[in-house]
């Protein structure tokens, strides 16, 4: 009966191998399908020029943000913790660049990855305690970061005016990098 059971085991890795590959020809083919004819709709996905896949998360007042409605906005998307020692170093930059460019154009949308942090209470007391005032949203079951495939943290995403992925980021960005990225997008 066990080998039995690891020869299905093993059938099944092969199929789901299988299977991965094809869908991973398949994609390569649509991509190249879309890239050929520039009329077509651009791919939502996690790779530079593609859209960002849009998903809605609350503030911890309870306001809930959508990424879709920063659409017309430079964006940068954030990916934090409150105990990531790389994130505390970054989120001063962050604060001086969102004070010294909060006039519509540019956004930073900072997502907490509270499943991950210690506590949920933790979150405020940081913002608190370092001043933050840019838009911090929850994500409390972790569901945003896994759609972003965040395995590192601090990641950004910084993302234009249209909703496409210009750069792909993981480490503390700086006010200088942030100014000099920002700059560099429509």
């Known amino acids: 009966m066990s080998k039995l059971k690891k020869y299905l085991a093993i059938i099944v890795l092969i ?5 991965g590959f094809g869908s991973v020809q398949g994609n390569r083919s649509t991509s190249n399908t879309s890239s ?51 994130c505390r170093q970054e989120m001063p930059d962050m604060e001086k660049f969102y004070k010294e460019n909060n006039n519509g154009e540019i956004e930073i949308l900072a997502v907490n990855l509270t499943d991950a942090e210690k506590s949920r209470a933790d979150v405020p007391t940081f913002m608190k305690t370092n001043g933050i005032t840019f838009p911090v949203v929850l994500d409390e079951k972790g569901k945003v970061g896994q759609l972003y495939n965040v395995s590192s943290i601090p990641a950004s995403f910084i993302i234009d005016s249209k909703g496409v992925i210009q750069k792909k980021l993981v480490g ?3 006010y200088e990098s942030m100014k000099s990225m920002l700059t560099a997008i429509r």
């Open 15 to 19: 199929g789901l191998a299988l299977w």
């Open 36 to 86: 050929s004819n520039q009329a077509q709709a651009l791919t939502v996905g996690l790779e530079v020029g593609n859209l960002a896949p849009d998903f809605a998360l609350q503030t911890l007042e309870g306001k809930s943000i959508t990424l879709s409605s920063l659409k017309g906005k430079k964006v940068i998307l954030n990916f934090w913790a409150s105990w990531c020692p790389p």
């Open 172 to 174: 503390p960005m700086t």
